[in-house]
């Protein structure tokens, strides 16, 4: 199936880089912060979690022909509030637990009368672990970098 | 056209139990020709497609299945987003590329239209789905040929007295042909390319019956 030509508007960046946090963190902070947050809103399945592979693509330095590079386990789900907005979810793994929140925190977020609250409790905490680790790990790989060079030899 | 979102309702609640209870009810109407089954797994359908229908959508079409709509469908916003979203199914533009054509009754394609598969392969065949308003046992159309012990009679209504004459001509060039599955609201029931069709009057149908709820 062919990627719909989507508009790069600021919602849908925004909507993106929220879906994003909440797909690569942990589940346990996830669930953590969406249970102290307590919401409870009324919703219905449009695709209860169901666990599938997708198909990683990549291109050599960012700009070869691209190539399959393996397949990864993923988890979908879909959800209605009763106010009818659709929050979705893909992330990595086998939790539909973890599914079932970042979709419902995805539909949360485009609500008017939650967005600043999970946005402040949520989002930005979640994003602020991702980048720590981010930063912790680059931190580790740095330090064992060996840059290669070459000592000009004499001539005698 | 992209995915409407706001036009998204849900599909099976037990995806794996129901599109494997509505396959058992495709397989079941297609073996015993003429037999009318109810599925009642979803409680709603997408504006346009019967219970039926979109319950064998939800069962039988997936990313591998080429599916033509009707223009009345084709140009529904609920039908092709509630399709991409829970079958992921390619809609193709002529009938004559795909493997499964839903039609309305108002709208059916030419049978020559579809694909007949080939001699070689004749199960490459075209299945068409048409949404009808009624289906009954009324003595119509006496059906007999495999999977009918004597002979079974039909009748199903709104179909165009040139598509009737051209489904019981189809016959002939067996083992080309094509399947046909019928839906009214939640009732099933289909007439393979096996299944002879003999029309017990040859007179046209009174226009008052065709009112019938199904």
């Not at chain 1, 990549?58 to 691209?66: A, F, K, L």
């Not at chain 2, 059916?108 to 239209?113: K, R």
């Not at chain 2, 007999?144 to 060039?173: C, M, N, V, Y």
Request: net charge negative; glycine share 6%; with cysteine.
């Amino acid at each position: 199936m062919s990627v719909e030509q989507q508009q790069e508007t600021p919602e849908t960046c925004a909507r993106q880089h929220w879906m994003g946090v909440l797909a690569k963190s942990s589940v346990a902070a996830l669930q953590q912060r969406w249970q102290a947050l307590s919401l409870e809103p009324e919703y219905q399945f449009i695709r209860k979690p169901e666990t599938g592979l997708a198909m990683l693509r990549g291109r050599v330095g960012g700009s070869g022909q691209p190539f399959n590079m393996g397949e990864m386990t993923l988890t979908r789900c879909a959800v209605r509030l009763a106010s009818g907005t659709l929050g979705v979810s893909y992330v990595s793994g086998r939790n539909s637990q973890h599914a079932v929140t970042a979709a419902l925190a995805d539909a949360l977020l485009q609500e008017r009368s939650t967005q600043s609250l999970l946005q402040r409790e949520l989002i930005e905490p979640l994003q602020d672990e991702l980048e720590a680790e981010r930063q912790q790990r680059a931190a580790q790989a740095n330090s064992t970098r060996v840059d290669f060079f070459t000592l000009v030899r004499g001539e005698d | 056209m992209a995915v409407s979102s706001h036009e998204l309702i849900a599909g099976f609640a037990d995806p794996v139990q129901a599109s494997q209870q509505v396959f058992r009810a495709a397989l079941k109407v297609m073996s015993e020709p003429g037999t009318r089954v109810e599925v009642d797994y979803v409680e709603q359908a997408p504006k346009g497609l019967d219970l039926s229908t979109w319950q064998l959508a939800l069962s039988l079409l997936d990313p591998d299945t080429r599916v033509w709509l009707s223009p009345t469908l084709a140009s529904s916003d609920a039908v092709i987003s509630n399709l991409r979203f829970h079958c992921q199914c390619p809609l193709v533009e002529f009938p004559k590329d795909a493997d499964f054509a839903i039609a309305l009754n108002t709208e059916l394609p030419q049978l020559a239209e579809l694909n007949w598969g080939s001699a070689e392969y004749p199960d490459r065949s075209t299945t068409l789905v048409v949404q009808v308003p009624a289906l009954s046992a009324e003595p119509f159309w006496t059906l007999s040929g495999p999977g009918i012990e004597h002979t079974r009679s039909l009748r199903i209504a709104g179909l165009p007295d040139a598509f009737r004459a051209e489904l019981i001509k189809s016959r002939q060039r067996f083992p080309l042909g094509i399947d046909t599955f019928w839906c009214c609201d939640n009732r099933l029931t289909a007439l393979p390319r096996t299944t002879k069709i003999e029309p017990r009057t040859t007179a046209i149908e009174p226009l008052n019956t065709e009112q019938e709820a199904c």
